[in-house]
C-alpha cells in the first residue's frame, strides 16, 4: 500500500500584503505544517536569526548549492537570492507532512512545473492605496525604496490569476478563516474560477 503524503502549499503576494503574517498565524494554529526554511543571500534584520527565519548563506554558497541541484525554486529579489531547498519539502512530504512555503510568484511557477500537485495561494492587499499606506507604515526603507516596492508589488499583483486561490488580506481573521478552508480541502469561495472573487480581485488591481 503507497504510503500517503502531505501535500505542498504555496503562499506568495506582493510586499506590504502581510503574507508573512498570515503564513505565521496559520503554522502557529497548525502545529503539524512545516515551514519550509528558504535560502537567502541578503543580510540578517536585527530581530532575524539563521536557520529559524532564513538560511542566510553567501552568494558562492547559494551558487554551489543551486548548481547541486538543491534548489526547488529560486529567484532574484531587491538584488538577493532567495532558495527553496528541494531537499527539506521531499523530506517532509515523504513524512506526510504538508509544508508551507513563502516565495514569490515567479518561484510558485518554478515549484509548479516540478510539483504540479501543489496547491498555490496569491495574497493581496483590499486596495493599491492600502498597500501603500502599509509599505510607508514600516518606516525602515527610504522614500525612494517604497516607490520601487510599490512598482514592483504592482508588477507582481498582476500575476494572481496563475495561482490555485487568492486570499484578500482586508480582515486578518477573516484571511486566516480563508485559509482554514483551502488547507482542509475546500475554499470554493477563494478559487480563481470563482467568478464573484475574480470581479473582486479586479477592483484591486484593475
Not at 10 to 38: D, M, N, Q, W, Y
Not at 163 to 189: M, S, Y
Request: proline content about 4%; some cysteine; hydrophobic content about 40%.
Amino acid at each position: 500500500m503507497t504510503k500517503p503524503r502531505g501535500k505542498l502549499f504555496v503562499f506568495a503576494a506582493p510586499s506590504g500584503a502581510g503574507k508573512t503574517t498570515l503564513v505565521h498565524a496559520i503554522v502557529t494554529k497548525h502545529p503539524e505544517l512545516r515551514f519550509s526554511i528558504s535560502y537567502t543571500t541578503r543580510k540578517p534584520r536585527r530581530n532575524e536569526a539563521d536557520g529559524v527565519d532564513y538560511r542566510f548563506v553567501t552568494k558562492a554558497e547559494f551558487m554551489r548549492l543551486r548548481n547541486a541541484g538543491e534548489m526547488l525554486e529560486f529567484a532574484s529579489v531587491f538584488d538577493n537570492y532567495y532558495a527553496t531547498s528541494r531537499s527539506q519539502v521531499e523530506a517532509h512530504l515523504a513524512e506526510d507532512r504538508s509544508v508551507v512555503l513563502e516565495i514569490d510568484w515567479q518561484g510558485a511557477r518554478q515549484v509548479r512545473e516540478s510539483m504540479p500537485d501543489c496547491v498555490t495561494i496569491f495574497i493581496l492587499p483590499p486596495s493599491v492605496e492600502e498597500l501603500e499606506r502599509r509599505l510607508r507604515d514600516r518606516r525602515t526603507d527610504a522614500p525612494e525604496v517604497i516607490e520601487r516596492r510599490l512598482r514592483d508589488a504592482l508588477s507582481d499583483m498582476s500575476h494572481w490569476d496563475e495561482f490555485d486561490h487568492v486570499i484578500i488580506n482586508d480582515d486578518l481573521n477573516q484571511a486566516i478563516a480563508d485559509l482554514e478552508d483551502v488547507l482542509a480541502g475546500r475554499g470554493a469561495a477563494t478559487s480563481t474560477s470563482n467568478e464573484a472573487l475574480r470581479r473582486a480581485v479586479r477592483q484591486i488591481v484593475g
